[in-house]
């Protein structure tokens, strides 16, 4: 029996070995997806609470957020889902190939996220001065959001961890785990300075007040630039493919298991963009 | 038969996962047309309430879609739906309840309270009498 025909009788929603039929994985997450409800809950709870009874020297949300953005983040997010979901039909049908290139899309949609997410904290600390610490709303409000961020870092780094576990060969040698690791660094390597220029740029060419002319900028910046280019090929350089791996169709609960935390990540975010945004421009 | 995937089983199966493709992607255009009414909806000259309501009905299609359909509940077991509305419903039962405190104006910000002097206040371990709510606004 080939691969192919295994995945398509695999049956990825039951499986007769646990009591429930549930992969114990999978349910485990759901367990968890649900007291993460009751969390984000008392979070948003807590700014709701605050945005109807405000104190007298509150700060106007109005005169804060952007919606153009937020919006950007959205349907970033959105799109985000859409590729998860598009990796767990792959490894589903054992298409590893696939299952990266989308790991990877996912992975940067939640970057170009977090990116805005930073762009946004900066520019309401910096610019219209409202801080973790001087008004309740900045207190409800980075508290709610923050904590929503760092599940999307957690979920980046998930997804990371994945994309690296997929390159396991079928006969791991004892020098695997060390070429996994330095995988995962030049990953992580690639995305921070990547994320450094480009923060950069836009922080300092693209919408400063008094911007610096492009010269200025590569002369600032060479060195993240030039690791970002450096770590990108060394990250290419590993992935390219050694033989067959340890990663298929069976695999598929932990993918869908990574998928469960990261569409949940979205359907907070949904709430949030409705009460916390959009609500204040009615 | 060699191949599970030329049987009739396997061909309906791999015509499942297909179709779950193309859901998946008009899922996605679906989200991002709804997402778009939402930010045109909060600029329309509608009633306030008519526009609550709207986002409110809107984000819970957007939340369902993605559950039971991103999420695999609809293909999945009940029991993962019920876990997970176990969950959710605690969550939506107490952030209403926290609402609807504060709502009925027993709650002000400490700085609201009247002041309380030494001689009112009362002495340590004695039951105490809450002091009374100041006006409503």
Partial sequence: ?282 | MSSVAHSPAGAHDAHHVDNKFAIFVQLAFVLAVITGVEIVMVYLPWAKWMIVGGLTVLSVVKFMFVIFIFMHLRWDKPFCTILFFIGLILAVATVTALLQLFIVGDSYPIESAPPRTAAAAPAAGATSTPAPAPAAK
């Fill in chain 1, 1 to 282: 029996m080939s691969s192919h025909s295994a995945a398509a009788a695999l049956d990825h929603h039951h499986d007769p070995t646990t009591s429930t039929g549930i992969p114990n994985k999978k349910l485990l997450m759901w367990a968890f997806l649900a007291s993460d409800c009751m969390f984000f809950g008392s979070l948003i709870a807590t700014h709701l609470i605050y945005r109807l009874h405000p104190p007298a020297d509150n700060m106007d949300p109005k005169a804060v957020f952007a919606p153009a953005l937020t919006s950007f983040s959205t349907f970033i997010l959105l799109m985000s889902s859409l590729m998860m979901a598009l990796a767990v039909n792959a490894i589903q049908k054992s298409n590893v190939r696939s299952t990266r290139w989308w790991l990877l899309g996912t992975m940067l949609f939640g970057l170009i996220f977090l990116g805005g997410q930073v762009y946004e904290f900066n520019e309401f600390v910096h610019i219209k001065k409202m801080t973790l610490s001087n008004s309740i709303l900045g207190s409800t409000f980075f508290t709610l959001t923050g904590t929503h961020g760092t599940h999307v870092a957690i979920g980046v780094l998930w997804l990371g961890l994945m994309y690296v576990r997929s390159f396991k060969p079928l006969q791991p040698t004892s020098g695997w785990l060390g070429h996994a690791l330095l995988h995962v660094v030049t990953i992580a390597g690639f995305i921070v300075l990547t994320m450094y220029a480009l923060i950069r740029l836009l922080l300092h060419v693209i919408v400063a007040e008094e911007p610096m002319t492009y010269g200025q900028y590569f002369a600032g910046n060479w060195w993240a630039i030039a690791g970002a280019v450096l770590t990108f090929f060394i990250a290419t350089w590993f992935a390219k493919p050694r033989g067959p791996v340890a990663f298929n169709e069976y695999n598929a609960v932990d993918v869908e298991s990574m998928g469960l935390y990261w569409h949940f990540v979205d359907i907070v975010w949904i709430v949030i963009f409705t009460a916390v945004y959009l609500l204040e421009f009615i």
